[in-house]
């Protein structure tokens, strides 16, 4: 932020005002999700690309079809996972984290209360309640590396820490809605409605540019 106000102080007063768009210690933990991007929107924008200039309809068409074809490939996958099966992205997280979890070190307390120690630094674990000083756990819904080595110190399964969000059950509800397909204009039932012409064009003055 400091950073930031000797190019513009004016950014500082907006940034904040908007906390919780930017910045991981005001997400909701509810949420378990520990970044917030425009991912789905540039993916949309990559999709409709080819059909911008194109009258509404087809485009709506277009983007209904791209949107049918990812649920269903999306619900064929959640179809072969477990109830309790990581998802993919799941899966390599906590695989990473098991990884940096090895250079930690853990001390019992009680009350299922633990100390973790990384480096220099101390963080306080509170296993029942999936809860750390580094944050971490509770944001993002997946245990961090302190988190672990406390579970692997207790002789306990990972993935039964990890938020049901990213497991088979929570995956297959999110596809389970489909979009259904629709017929062709051909097919439609007729309407005694107004036909909507395009606007009329207009010739510009002046010498045509082509």
């Known amino acids: 932020m400091e950073k930031i106000a000797k190019i513009d102080p004016k950014v500082v007063d907006y940034l904040s005002q908007v906390p919780k768009q930017w910045s991981r210690h005001k997400f ?8 917030n991007t425009t ?7 990559a999709c409709t690309k080819p059909f911008r200039d194109m009258p509404v309809y087809t485009l709506m068409e277009e983007a209904g079809s791209w949107c049918m074809k990812k649920i269903g490939s999306r619900f064929g996958k959640a179809i072969e996972m477990g109830p ?11 695989e990473e ?3 940096q979890s090895r250079f930690c070190s853990v001390t019992a307390a009680v009350g299922g209360e633990y100390e973790v120690k990384e480096g220099a630094v101390k963080y ?9 000083g580094c944050g ?3 944001i993002s819904g997946i245990p961090c590396r302190h988190g672990l080595r406390v579970i692997y110190h207790q002789r306990l399964e990972a993935t039964d820490f990890v938020s049901h969000y990213f497991k088979g059950q929570a995956y297959k509800l999110t596809y389970s809605e489909h979009m259904h ?3 062709d204009p051909t097919q439609w039932p007729s309407f005694d409605l107004p036909i909507i012409l395009p606007p009329p064009m207009k010739r510009a ?3 045509p540019l082509n």
């Open 84 to 94: 309790n099966q990581l998802t993919e992205y799941a899966a390599g997280v906590l």
């Open 28 to 35: 909701e933990p509810q949420v378990v999700c520990d970044h």
């Open 205 to 207: 003055s002046g010498r």
């Open 181 to 183: 397909p629709m017929p």
């Open 124 to 132: 306080p674990i509170k296993l029942d309640a999936r809860t750390c």
């Open 39 to 45: 991912n789905f929107v540039e993916s949309f924008n």
């Open 136 to 138: 971490v756990w509770q």
């Open 97 to 99: 984290r098991s990884q």
